[in-house]
C-alpha cells in the first residue's frame, strides 16, 4: 500500500493533520470516525488510505448519488433540465437544509440540481428522487442497485439526502469511485459541481463546499455532515494535467476537515502522474433512473432486467458486471449464486483493469495496483505502478503475441469465459473478424479468475475501435497495451 505518511506509521508517530488523526494505529481511537483516500485519476493508482473500508455514514454525500440518477435521466433525454417536478407534503416536510419550496408547488430539475451542489437541500433531493423513481423508498432502491453497478459493494442507500438512518453506510473507496464516475460519466453535467453560488428564485445559494476555489484546480465535488458521520468531503482537482479524486470522512469541524483535504492534496498531488490511462469506470450501467417519469409522460415503460436468467447466455447488464468482476464473483447482486453460499463482489474493478508487464507474482494483489479494488488482510505490498499487472510470466508467456488486447471479462469459470468470447465475436462482426480469442489466468483473492480477452491489435487505435464495436454490441470492455 503506497501511503504517503507511511513513514509516520512505521516509526508509530502521530501523522496530525488540522486536527485530526490521520493514520497511526496507536492513535487511531482519537478520531474513530475518520477515514480517508486519495485515488490519482489518470491512472488509478492509490496515493493514500486510511481506513478506506471501513464503513462510515455517507451523510449528504448520498446527493452525489442522487445526482449521478438525475444526470443518468438527463443524458437518456428521460427528462429535461425545464421540467417542473411537483413538491410533495413529504419533500416539503424533509428538516433542513432546504430551499423550501411549500407542497404543492414545484421544482424545475435544473433548480434541483443547483440547490444539492450548494445548499446541500434535502427537500430538493426528495423531489428528484420521487420525480425519478415515484417514491423515495423506490428511488433508494434504484440508487443501492447503482451504487454496486459501480463497483461501490460496500454501499446501502435508505434515502435521497443523507439525513439519519442506520441503514445508510458506505466507505470512503466507495466515495470515490463515485466522484470518478460521475466526472467520467457525464461530463456534459459535471460542471455543476463547481458552482460557487446560485440565485435561487432571488435568495443566493452558496456552495458549502469550502475548498472550491481555495486551492487552485479544484473543482468539486461534495460535502456532508450529521452528528453520527462528522464532517464529509468528496474533493476533485486537476492541475497541470494531474487529476486527483480525495475523500476524507469523520471530521471534526467543517474547517479542520477543509484543511485536512488541502494538506492531503497538496502532499499527494506530487505524487500523481500526468500521463493519462484512460476510464477507471468505463462502463455506465443501466440505472433503470426515468421509470416513474416515462409511466407519467406516456413514454415506453422499460423494467429492470432480471437478476437471473437459467439456462440463457449473460444478459448485458451482467456482461458489463463481469468485465469489472473480482475475487469469485463476477459482481454484487448482478448474477445468481448459491443459497447456501452467497457471494457478493468485494468491489467492481477488479484485478482485470490493471495492464500487464509480467513484473508482479502471482496471487499477490494489493491497493496499490488494483487501484480500487479493497486491500488484501496483511497488507503485502508490491511495485506501486498502475501497469504493473497481477499476471505471472508463465501465463504472459502462452498469450498470443499482440501490443494491445482487449478485455470483456474476468470469470472464475474458463468456459464462461470462452462462451462470452465466442458470442462477443460473433456480435461484433467484422471489427472483430480477425481478432484472436483467449484467456489469461490471474490469481485473485486466493483463487484463479479468466480473464476473457481478444489479441490481435497492432496499435492502440485499433484496439479502441474493437472495443467501441464491442460496446455498440452491449458489451463492456477496455483495452491494455502489452
Known sequence: MRNVFGLARTLGIAAVGA????????????NSRYAGFVIDANNGQVLYEDQADEYRYPASLTKMMTLYLTFDALSKKRISLGDKMPVSRYAAGRPPTKVGVPAG??????????ALVTKSANDASVTLAEYLGGSEREFAEMMTRTAHKLGMAHTTYRNANGLPDNGQRTTARDQAKLGIALREHFPQYYKYFSTRSYDFRGTRLGNHNRVLGRMDGVDGIKTGYINASGFNLVTSIKKDGKSLVAVVMGGRSGRSRDDHMV??????LPLATR????????????????????????????GPVPDTRPGQLLSADERIAAAYATSGALVADALPQPSSRPVRGRQALAAALV???????????????????????????VDPTFTGGIGSRAALAAAPSSPWV??????????????????????????LASAQPFTEPVGQGGQTLHRARFAGFGSKDEAWSACAALKRADYACYAVAR
Open 105 to 114: 408547488g414545484f421544482l424545475k430539475v435544473e433548480e434541483a440540481i443547483y
Open 275 to 302: 500521463r493519462d490511462e484512460g476510464a477507471l469506470i468505463a462502463a455506465r450501467p443501466n440505472t433503470g433512473a426515468g421509470l416513474a417519469v416515462a409511466a407519467l409522460t406516456g413514454l415506453p415503460e422499460r
Open 19 to 30: 486536527g485530526i488523526v490521520l493514520s497511526s494505529p496507536a492513535t487511531a481511537n482519537a
Open 406 to 431: 482487449v478485455q470483456i471479462a474476468a470469470t472464475p469459470d474458463q468456459a464462461l469465459a470462452n462462451q462470452m468470447l465466442a458470442d462477443a465475436k460473433r456480435k461484433a462482426g467484422a471489427a
Open 263 to 268: 494538506d492531503l492534496l497538496k502532499r499527494t
Open 355 to 381: 495492464g500487464d508487464t509480467g513484473t508482479q507474482q502471482l496471487m499477490l494483489p494489493t491497493a496499490s495496483t488494483n487501484a480500487l479494488a479493497a486491500p488484501v488482510p496483511g497488507n503485502r505490498t
